[in-house]
Antibody, heavy 124, light 107 residues
Framework: QVQLVESGGGVVQPGKSLRLSCAAS????????MHWVRQAPGKGLEWVAV????????YYVDSVKGRFTVSRDNFKNTLYMQMNSLRVEDTAVYYC?????????????????WGQGTLVTVSS | DIQMTQSPSSLSASVGDRVTITCRTSETIDTYLSWYQQKPGKAPKLLIY???NLQSGVPSRFSGSGSGTDFTLTISSLQPEDFAVYYCQQSFTERYSFGQGTKLEIK
């Protein structure tokens, strides 16, 4: 069955870096766009970043642009997010999620599978 | 960026009730809208995609409608397991976004 397993979260000081990973199994990873979505404690969902199936296209929410970098390794079936210059407001559970392409080869728009999330706490 | 506004922010209802949640976008998004259900401590679960399409395995009491800037999620007859937070999400632009959520509570 489809599994997405995030790792790499933890407690980090403001200004430091962290790298999240998302290991995928049970589906053809290289056929899907992949996203990071975060949820601050007690708050709603916030879309963070996307990477296309081949890694050639990436987009970010304005608040992380220039600080976060999403990447993928289709041989290892793994998604990554390098988070630099972390801020207190980046504290959240970070989920990875998969987005299928439609029959015309365009992104389907929906997140059909999600990982369980990994908690990132930025605090001094 | 496209802003998403859900209403109401919270809602109390009883088992068997028909419930409608609304999502309004700041600009037209055609039918590029999905709905998710999230229970405490769990990842969101896809319910509806492309405004109308029911995700595999989701009960038929869930339905979606709308186009342009106004969308609705309807639960035809609430079940105990439906009490959760619901989010809409647009995919019209490359930078996706979510509504702020609607908390559905037991009356």
């Amino acid at each position: 069955q489809v599994q997405l397993v995030e790792s790499g979260g933890g407690v980090v000081q403001p200004g430091k870096s962290l790298r999240l990973s998302c290991a995928a199994s049970g589906f053809t990873f290289s056929d899907y766009a992949m996203h990071w979505v975060r949820q601050a404690p007690g708050k709603g969902l916030e879309w963070v970043a996307v990477i296309s199936y081949d890694g050639n296209n990436t987009y970010y929410v304005d608040s992380v642009k220039g600080r976060f970098t999403v990447s993928r390794d289709n041989f290892k079936n793994t998604l990554y997010m390098q988070m630099n210059s972390l801020r207190v407001e980046d504290t959240a559970v970070y989920y990875c999620a998969s987005e299928p392409y439609d029959n015309s080869g365009y992104p389907g728009g929906q997140f059909d599978f999600w990982g369980q999330g990994t908690l990132v706490t930025v605090s001094s | 960026d496209i802003q998403m506004t859900q209403s109401p922010s919270s809602l109390s209802a009883s088992v068997g009730d028909r419930v409608t949640i609304t999502c309004r976008t700041s600009e037209t998004i055609d039918t590029y809208l999905s709905w998710y259900q999230q229970k405490p401590g769990k990842a969101p679960k896809l319910l509806i995609y492309s405004t109308f399409n029911l995700q595999s395995g989701v009960p038929s009491r869930f339905s979606g409608s709308g186009s342009g800037t106004d969308f609705t999620l309807t639960i035809s007859s609430l079940q105990p397991e439906d009490f959760a937070v619901y989010y809409c999400q647009q995919s019209f632009t490359e930078r996706y976004s979510f509504g702020q959520g609607t908390k559905l509570e037991i009356k």
